[in-house]
């Protein structure tokens, strides 16, 4: 029996390959225990109207989890604290280099190390002397927290994660590179954590025994395996499942504008019409 989980971003409705991903998450639990987690750290975009639709999607399909339901937002202390553990070991740094001053960076350069969500950023900021970022800081620059993927290599060394035999894409186990997506924002002045450091916190908050979850994630549970071992959390398992596609076999989103789980209700679907799509697409 394990302790999986399903976490949403409330910044739109849930649509098809969100209900696959909570309904793999809620019967690879085995009897064990489901839970619910609320990813609303995007203030700007996360509506609680988008909150209320996931518990009564989730509910229509004849989903239930353990209470109460973490909600990332009201989580900025334990954020906080994580990050000054990491400052205190020498792998963060202040990144002062604005998103357009970094696709020009790497513009420049003709070799640019790309990583699996793109080119990777070239460390701009950490080669900045003590005196440089004692200066920026004092002039009121905004500043990302940046890792010092370099450093966090050489402190974890040798690490791995397991893949569970629960699902039919099993990858056994699988050794981490810390370099993989370079040094990531863990931390911007309107976020008080980024996603990997987010997760990888909240999963052993809510005691986690395997996080099931898209193929298309894989890639994150290197660097996530990273801040695990950093912080001397328990690392679950992983499952990555395969992904429901859109007709043009593109990996459905809400940006994309998917259909809704709401307009399919609303059309007179039901769930166990929902379940036989999922078994087919």
């Known amino acids: 029996m394990f302790v999986t ?56 399909l004849g989903l239930s989890w353990k209470e109460p339901v973490l909600r990332q937002s009201l989580r900025t202390d334990a954020y906080r604290s994580s990050l000054e553990r990491l ?35 070239p460390g701009t900021c950490r080669r900045l002397s003590a005196r440089e970022r004692r200066s920026l800081e004092h002039s009121g620059t905004p500043f990302a927290l940046r890792l010092d993927s370099s450093e ?5 060394g040798e690490l ?17 590179d810390p370099l993989l997506f370079g040094d990531i924002v863990l931390a911007r002045k309107d976020t008080p954590a980024a996603y990997h450091l987010a997760v ?12 099931t979850r898209g193929c298309d994630l894989l890639p994150s549970t290197h660097v996530q395996r990273v801040l695990q071992s950093l912080l001397g959390l328990p690392a679950p398992k992983y499952a990555h499942h395969r992904l429901i596609l859109a007709s043009d076999g593109r990996k459905l ?7 809704s ?19 087919r697409t």
């Open 5 to 60: 989980r399903f976490a949403p971003s409330p910044t739109g409705y849930l649509h098809l390959g969100h209900a696959f991903a909570a309904i793999t998450a809620h019967d690879a639990a085995q009897g064990g225990e489901f839970l619910l987690r609320i990813e609303d750290l995007d203030l700007s975009r996360c509506r609680e109207t988008f909150i209320d639709a996931i518990f009564d999607d989730l509910h229509w």
């Open 87 to 121: 400052d205190q070991m020498g792998v963060t740094y202040p990144c002062f280099c604005t998103r357009a001053e970094v696709a020009a960076e790497i513009a420049r350069s003709a070799e640019a190390p790309h990583g699996p969500d793109g080119p990777i950023y």
């Open 152 to 156: 966090a290599a050489r402190r974890v």
């Open 160 to 176: 791995f994660f397991e893949e569970a035999t629960v699902l039919d894409t099993a990858y056994g186990r699988i050794a981490v």
């Open 200 to 211: 990888a916190i909240d999963d052993a908050a809510q005691g986690v025994t395997l996080v």
């Open 253 to 259: 989103s809400k940006r994309d504008g998917a259909q």
């Open 261 to 279: 789980m709401r307009a399919l209700r609303a059309s007179g679907v039901s769930p166990a019409v929902i379940a036989a799509m999922l078994q």
